[in-house]
């Protein structure tokens, strides 16, 4: 879906080093979420925000940060990048009156050697 | 916490066949479904939900899916897949409680589809 943008789609750092992966809709959406996918486990929550004011951590988020630096930009970083963080990294959003339902962007590739 | 099973992790037809993929979560509430598909190289598309009502839902592309309370579950069937059906696909969940609306989601089923 185009208006959830990602960049970059593809990156491979070495271990310990900062990464920033980033997120920008236009869909004027409130809610904001991070999530990674591994082959096997299927999708699992980073972080999410409710709106600009509001981080809240799901249900793996050691070893990354966020910010929310808009309504329509949510920033993941990894502040010392790990081989086991290699995974593909989606950005979702979703509306205040249909929070159930949520658009994915298309995705980063990380890869951390 | 809920969580959402998916049995099968790869399933292999052939054109034509009929498809039924599994799904069952564990949390006792009122719950609203999800199947996501996401097909080679994209992103996850909301392939259809279910909210309340008719326990039969349809979707896009010809699928379908039906929530049964009582064995918590909520399996995608379509009669006669095709070869672009081949994808990855994703049941989730979530509660119904206002300001707790995060997915859950299983581990996947790949489908490959045989011409």
């Known amino acids: 879906d185009a208006d959830v943008t990602q960049t970059p789609r593809n990156r491979i750092t070495k271990t310990g080093k900062r990464i920033m992966l980033e997120c920008s809709q236009t869909?004027?959406?409130?809610?904001m979420y991070w999530y990674r996918q591994d082959p096997g486990l299927g999708l699992r929550l980073i972080y999410y925000?409710?709106?600009?004011?509001?981080?809240n951590k799901g249900e793996i988020s050691d070893g990354y940060s966020v910010s929310r630096q808009a309504q329509a930009k949510f920033s993941l970083s990894l502040e010392s990048a790990i081989p086991n963080q290699t995974a593909l990294y989606f950005c979702?959003?979703?509306?205040?009156?249909?929070?159930?339902?949520?658009?994915f962007g298309p995705g980063t590739r990380l890869t951390v050697t | 916490a809920q969580s959402v099973s998916q049995h099968n992790h790869h399933v292999i037809l052939s054109e034509a066949a009929s498809l039924e993929l599994g799904c069952n979560y564990s949390y006792g509430g009122t719950v609203n479904l999800f199947w996501y598909v996401q097909y080679p190289g994209q992103h996850l598309q909301l392939l259809l939900k279910?909210?309340?009502?008719?326990?039969l839902v349809k979707g896009i592309k010809g699928f379908e899916a039906e929530f049964i309370k009582s064995k918590f579950s909520f399996n995608l069937r379509k009669p006669s897949v095709q070869w672009s059906d081949t994808a990855e696909y994703f049941c989730?969940?979530?509660?119904?409680?206002?300001?707790?609306?995060?997915?859950?989601f299983g581990t996947g089923t790949r489908l490959t589809i045989i011409p």
């Open positions: 279910y909210f309340s009502g008719d326990p």
């Open positions: 989730a969940v979530t509660k119904t409680n206002f300001g707790n609306e995060k997915l859950t």
């Open positions: 979702a959003t979703s509306d205040l009156r249909v929070p159930y339902e949520q658009y």
């Open positions: 869909k004027g959406h409130d809610r």
């Open positions: 925000s409710f709106d600009v004011k509001d981080i």
